[in-house]
């Protein structure tokens, strides 16, 4: 059988921001980095979050809690009301599940999730989302400048002016499409 390639992931430093960016170019050409349950699966082992197995409905409720995220740090970058049906997501999926926080030997923080279920993962990375929509982090919540991705992020820049989700992805087109523009506009007075 061919192996069947996914697109790679795009692993931040906060796990809520991390897991919203699994979907790319949101008002744009849609990116889903976790086209399917064995992707989420990988994700969630890349981020200490290994689960056992996920079913197709796990799977969409990853997704809910996901969108649920991206929608309520939206609101909060726009200091909008928080929407209540993302707030209810965000709160079922994180009394749902159950995890402990562990201190490693070497003065480290992991965690071990009650059953290695789905659910279990979830409720971290909701409370992860918690903690971050409530301000209790340093940085503030910002939008990501591209139109057509919007990501939210952490900005823990001094002085909060980080405009990009990522510099090497959003921030990198942006520079090269500023300087394609700048060429073209230079060649149309050869023209
Ligand atoms: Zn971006």
Redesign the pocket.
């Known amino acids: 059988m061919a192996t069947l390639r996914f697109p790679e992931f795009r692993l931040g430093k906060v796990l809520a921001t991390s897991f919203t960016g699994t979907l790319?170019e949101r008002y744009g050409e849609k990116l889903e980095r976790i086209p399917v349950p064995s992707r989420l699966v990988d994700w969630l082992a890349v981020n200490g979050l290994a689960v056992d197995s996920c079913t197709p409905s796990q799977l969409d409720r990853a997704r809910e809690l996901r969108e649920s995220i991206h929608t309520a740090a939206t609101a909060v970058a726009h200091q909008d009301p928080l929407p209540s049906s993302a707030v209810q997501v965000i709160n079922d999926c994180s009394t749902q599940g159950l995890a402990s926080a562990i201190l490693t030997p070497e003065g480290g923080r992991k965690w071990r999730l009650n059953s290695s279920s789905v659910e279990d993962a979830l409720s971290v990375i909701a409370a992860d989302a918690i903690s971050v929509l409530a301000g209790e982090r340093e940085g503030k919540i910002s939008l990501?400048?591209?139109p057509t991705?919007?990501?939210a992020f952490l900005d823990t820049s001094r002085g909060g002016t980080r405009k990009?989700?990522?510099m090497n992805?959003?921030?990198n087109r942006e520079k090269k499409a500023r300087f394609l523009a700048n060429k073209r506009s230079n060649s149309s007075l050869v023209d």
């Open positions: 790319s990501c400048a591209s991705c919007r990501a990009w989700c990522d992805t959003c921030g």
